[in-house]
Each structure stands twice: as C-alpha cells, then as structure tokens.
C-alpha cells in the first residue's frame, strides 16, 4: 500500500510539473504575441513568386492564386497575419541552372511580384525605402519588398543591375547554386578564388544603388572578400550556423565574428538540411541517388521509395534547432547582427514552424531560454531595419562621390 500511495503521490507530482510547464510555455507564447504586436517582424526571403509561376492548376496566374483564403501551400494574408508579419522580402528567385533566360524570368518574376503586391491593397504595400517600413505598420500592411536570388540574372551587366534595382530590387544574394564568371557559389566548384575583380566591382556598384549584398548562397571566400569590399552592412537573407550544422550553405564562425564590425545581419532559415546534420545527411544519401532525375518524374519517386524504405523516413527537425541556430549567432556575431528569414514556400518544412503563421512559436521558444525584449525586438525585425537604412546612407554619400560604374567582365 505505502508503494501505491507513493506512486500515487509521484504521479501527481509529475502531473503538477508537467502542468506548470504548460503554463510556462501558454504564458511565453501570450508574452511573444503581444511584443510582436508592438514591434516589426521582418522575414527576409519567402519563395510565394516562385510557387505562384510553378502553380500547376494556373501557372504565373496571380489572380487564380487567391491569398486572401488560406491555401495548401505556406504562404497567405490571413497566416501573415497570424504570424505578425510585418514586412516580407519576396524573393524573385530564378534558378541558376537554367540554359537560358536568366533575364527574361528574372523580369517577368519582378513582375509577378508586383502584380501580386498590387492585387491586395488592403493588406499588401510595395516597399522600397526603410521609411516604408513604419508607413506601412502604421496603416495595417505588411511592407513588401522586392530581392533576387542570384546574381547571374545581371548577366555580367552593371546597366542591369542598375536597371532591376529601378525595378525595385532591394537585395541580390550574389550567386544561386551555381558559380559565376565573377563569384563562386556554395554548392559549385570555385573558378575564381571567391569574387573575380568584377565581382567586387559589382559588391561596390550595390553599394553606391543602396541594393543590399546578399551572401547567403555563396563560398565563404566571396563572404569573406565581400566583407572586405563593401562599405556597406551585408545580409545573409536565408542562412544558418556552420558550427552547428557544417553545411556549405550555413555561415561559418570567422565570418560571424566579422559580422559587427560590417553592421550586417544573418537571417536564420527553417530549411531542415540547414539546421539539423541528421537531416542534412539523409538528404544527402537521397540526393546522390536522384542527382540526374527531374523531382516530379516517376523514376524520382521509385527511387526515392526504395531509399525511405533503406534509410528509413527523413530525421525530424524541431523549433529548438532554429533557436539553437539563433542563440549560436546572437553569441558569435553579436544580438545586434541575427534575423530570420525561413524560406517558407522554398523548403522551410520544420516541425512546429509549419508556415508563416509559426513565428510567435518560435519566439516563445526563445522567452523561455531567457531572451529579453529588447534583443527580441532586434532579432524581430530592428537588425534588418538598421541595416538597410544604414545601406541607403551609405549610397547617398556614394552617389555624391562617384558616377554609375561602367566597368565590364574582361573576354576570357
């Protein structure tokens, strides 16, 4: 009997614990809603443009792809909303690995972006100034700026880039997946020891436009060279810690560390690969099985069966490796140089960060570990706000002292 009472009695106890931490984290989540209705949160790259021109029912149709329902996809106005989304880069993402058309998808992407951006008025506002920022807020809109995933879209034109950041480009991560003939990228083969002379020349052009220079994507000797060479903060619009997860696309520790001095941010992603190595090598074991095949073919999902069936099904991957991933930054690089930017719509598929709705999750997360508001509402969106009006000053100065850049790619 006194073995069942004290059973009894441990049960309760465990019970009653396992309540307060309920309450706990019911009390962290009201606390992280509440401060992100007060202060701007910022995501620094969603694919939605993508997903819309890939839409099998009705391809690069805005119209059909109605964002004022919620959809099957990650991405609409009533999620944005629950998520306090405040201010949105659409990534007009354009695949390196294309033949031919970098130009031609690039600008019908600009444009699908704006088309989509126009379509809702009531929720959506097309952003080009950190001053829209606070505009926007003010009247109830998620400020909706525009930034291009890989620099090969320029197509070794300095006009080019001028004539996209006239397009509303506020951003372009230097390379994709593939190396240039003036940077070299992540997940290629380096030909030019990091950035060609020209590449830096198109590190200092973005600096005189006030486009910021996006490094996710790209080796760590572009990242480090481009530390070198811009005058302004640099971003990593969607990337993650390499001391936590060493792969190619995360940032290493030496460069956080150099991420003060610049007074630029990392914007943390979702994409498990990213931020879970159980994940990142499962993938890997699947991706050399299916490198030459089209994801949507059936050999793709034979193939892809027969590996689940070998490997087993993919490792989960968690809210608390994100903030992990956060907590790694925010010591390395400093609490005034870590954001997010999750890549929903573009392969953020992490447990509990579901969608665009999850954010206050994740800051609830992070309440409890002991984060304070103040370096919350940094991380939320203040970094990311500091550092691209810190972009526009630099350009202002820049602009006064030297004309557009008319420097061209040496003939090989």
């Known amino acids: 009997m006194r073995h069942a009472s004290y059973a009894l009695l441990l049960a309760l106890g465990l019970t009653a614990a396992a309540h307060a931490a309920d309450t706990s984290a019911d009390a962290a989540l009201k606390h992280a809603k509440a401060l992100l209705d007060k202060v701007p949160l910022v995501d620094g790259h969603n694919d939605l443009p993508w997903t819309i021109r890939g839409d099998k029912a009705h391809p690069m149709d805005v119209d ?13 106005l009533p999620r944005l909303k629950e998520g306090r989304v405040a201010v949105q880069f659409w990534s007009v993402f354009v695949p390196g690995e294309l033949k031919q058309g970098w130009a031609r998808t690039q600008l019908e992407q600009i444009d699908l972006a704006k088309r989509m951006i126009a ?22 809109k998620v400020a909706s700026f525009i930034g291009m995933e890989g620099g090969h879209v320029i197509e070794n034109s300095l006009g080019a880039l001028r004539a996209y950041y006239d397009l509303g480009a506020r951003y372009m991560t ?21 950035l060609s002379p020209f590449g830096k020349e198109v590190v200092r052009e973005m600096n005189r436009l006030g486009m910021l220079v996006d490094l996710s994507h790209t080796s760590p000797d572009v990242m480090r060279q481009a530390l070198d060479t811009s005058e302004a903060p640099v971003i990593f619009s969607h990337s993650s810690a390499r ?33 879970s190595t159980d994940y990142m090598r499962w993938k890997d074991g699947l991706i050399a099985r299916t490198r030459t095949m089209e994801r949507d073919s059936p050999a793709y999902k034979v193939v892809e069966a027969a590996y689940i069936k070998q490997a087993g099904p993919a490792p989960k991957t968690t809210l608390q490796q994100v903030a992990d991933h ?21 392969g953020a598929t992490t447990e509990g960060l579901q969608d665009v709705s999850a954010y206050p999750a994740l800051f609830a997360e992070l309440i409890q570990r002991g984060w304070k508001d103040a370096d919350l509402a ?15 000053q630099v350009a202002a100065r820049l602009q006064k002292e030297r004309a557009p850049s008319i420097a061209v790619l040496p003939a090989k």
Do not use: C
């Open 243 to 275: 001391a936590l997860v060493d792969h190619p696309r995360n940032v290493p520790d030496d460069v956080l560390a150099r991420m003060a001095a610049n007074g630029g941010v990392v914007m943390v992603t979702f994409v498990p690969a990213f931020v």
């Open 378 to 392: 940094k991380l939320a969106g203040g970094n990311l706000i500091r550092a691209l009006a810190r972009a526009e």
């Open 174 to 194: 230097l390379t994709h997946n593939v190396t240039l003939d003036w940077a070299d990228a992540a997940l290629d083969q380096s030909r030019n020891g990091g």
């Open 119 to 140: 379509r809702y008025p009531e929720r959506l506002v097309l952003a080009t100034r950190s001053t829209d920022i606070a505009k926007a807020r003010k009247a109830g």
């Open 64 to 76: 059909a792809y109605d964002l004022r329902k919620l959809n099957a996809q990650q991405t609409d």
């Open 326 to 346: 956060i907590d790694h930054i925010a010591k390395v690089a400093g609490v005034d140089h870590v954001g997010l930017a999750a890549d929903f719509d573009g």
